[in-house]
DNA sequence: CGGAGATTTGAAGCCGCTCAATACAGGTGG
DNA sequence: CCACCTGTATTGAGCGGCTTCAAATCTCCG
């Protein structure tokens, strides 16, 4: 059940099976949360840190008119709100986007074990580091590339994130957002969203359909995505060869 | 010299005489930097951290067709490279903008720092997360902001910021970036922030010339641009009165 | 079978871009 | 001290990517 997070851990910093049991302690016993749902407020103060194990949820920020703003998907193994371990508050919720598990560790918890586990301190530290490195490819990506481009560049994304966690399928990657969650993530309106969605299709690139999709042109797809996976620090110990994700079907373990 | 970063960190977490002196011991020297020069670069292993004393510059990442996006301005007392602390590599590039001074730390000497204060561990940690909060903040703007709205945000927050570390000055603040990179930053063209600009200066909201700006109504200002600081974590001990850090000279109509 | 949400399609319009030229400012050398 | 030069700001005109509005189709599920 733990597993997700632990593979993301483990890949940016050594734990010993002694910082592996703690963790397992710690993050306990786990629930299940409807899809469409708020799990933390802008402006909440929480006691616990949540952990998504398996499902889609999102951050995002809400304007007062109405339009919303998707920060970025969080997949299993990613922290919804560790930044709330440090700050005094949320500055931004997070929801469910499908059926998720999660499961909750209290924050006076969490401390003691980075009080006393120098390695998940310095792992859980370059969450957060890594949470802001994908907030930067994302403002480019939204600053300076076209709808095409950006999502492009979401997919690829995704995908390695995904691979990341062992979470891909031989049918290709689950992904439930809808596209108008992809919209508000890529700054876009669903109505271009899908031409576009569609255009990628046709240019066999990947394909995004009843919340799956699958790429069919893995090298096409990363180059006029222009993307770099390095943002994401893969090169912890394991090994990624080049770019690809996709090409051999790596079964975890 | 070394006021802003202390400043800043200070306002964040609480540091004891013992605390401060060590940070004043491992700044040391500092130097200083033309205008327009890269100074960390995509795909660096720096072997120190650097710190912006006085000046201005940015994070950005270019993209291989030229295009660039700045993904944040950095002011004095900001960390150019923390990430670098703890990643292997940056995944973006940081420049000056104006002529700048800077302290550099040595890695292992900012390390043991770290290990021997908990509260500098703390603070700087809560600064990789604030640095978060900016891009999420960026991300809403550029993502679902008009070009007049986000041209607003932008002046807000670096008014707020510029606040923060005692930077601002009677006639107004000091910013000293060319309307290319403001464009670059939010993702717009020269040309049209040269006209919102203007047509933000006929609603006499605020003036930005020869690089200082003024602002005229900061009620009217952050209303437009939907600005609200709670993502900068000002509540940390001292006193920034409600939302204005203005509240001057400025003569509104 | 009905209903709600998601996707798809069409048409019209605007925000912001590109191209291009001009005005302006600061710094340099003669 | 002025002529020059380079980078920045400004203005105009035309165009296109993406939006908005609106309606039809599809999909899933109770």
Redesign the interface.
Known sequence: MFTPVLMKLKRSTALSPRDELALQQVLGRYKVIPARQDVVWD?DRPAHATVLLDGLMC?Y?A??DG???I?SFLLPGDFCDL?AL????M??AVATLATCTVAAVEHHALEHVIDTHPSIR?AL??E??R???I??A???S???RSAYERLAHLFCEIAVRLDLVGMKRTEGYVFEATQNDIG????LSVVHVNRMLQQLRDDQLFTFRGSTFAIHDWGRLTEIA?FDP??L?L?GHSSIPGIAPAATSWDVD
Chains 1, 2 share one sequence.
């Open positions: 402006g951050r920020t304007m007062p339009r919303r703003q920060l930044s440090m700050e005094d508050r500055d931004h310095h530290w370059r957060t580091l949470d802001a490195a907030y930067r994302s403002l480019a939204i600053g300076r508000d993530a890529l700054g222009g390095a943002y620090h090169d």
